[in-house]
């Protein structure tokens, strides 16, 4: 066998090995990621929604608390990997309207506000709603002792 066959064999095996911290750190990632803004939302909500106001966003206030509810219990949510596929799709949801009315009028970089970050937790989130939360999660855990399959 060649020594190239012999690495991607090796680094296959590691990689298979590895999938499941890489899914808790992902989500732990992700959880670090939405909790300051989760947190400066709830700490000036008149503000946030007066914000979304001058957006134009329909029912600005409700949205506020929804936006920071989401995010608030996406912390959570993905912590403990409980849910995880319901949380990812709505705050993928939430990524995809920061994108289209914040974000994509100032381009693409992070530096000026563009939609680089929004978009990077977005495909980060969809990582975790096609593959789920992995082995280290309470989804793992309850769908295993009630015999149901991931």
Not at 118 to 140: E, I, N, R, T
């Amino acid at each position: 066998m060649s020594k190239l066959k012999q690495l991607n064999l090796f680094l296959s095996f590691l990689g298979q090995r590895l999938q499941n911290w890489a899914l808790l750190l992902l989500r732990f990632v992700l959880a670090y990621g939405f909790f300051g803004p989760a947190i400066m939302k709830w700490e000036n909500m008149q503000a946030i929604g007066d914000w979304f106001k001058s957006l134009g966003y329909p029912f600005p206030y409700f949205n506020a608390y929804m936006a920071g509810t989401i995010e608030f219990l996406g912390v959570i949510l993905l912590i403990l990997g409980l849910g995880t596929r319901v949380i990812t799709s709505l705050l993928i949801f939430v990524m995809l309207i920061a994108i289209t009315t914040v974000h994509l009028r100032n381009g693409f970089e992070a530096g000026s506000n563009g939609f680089e970050i929004p978009l990077y937790y977005a495909v980060m989130l969809f990582v975790l709603f096609a593959f789920g939360a992995g082995k280290y999660s309470l989804d793992h855990f309850l769908c295993k002792k009630n015999n149901i399959e991931l």
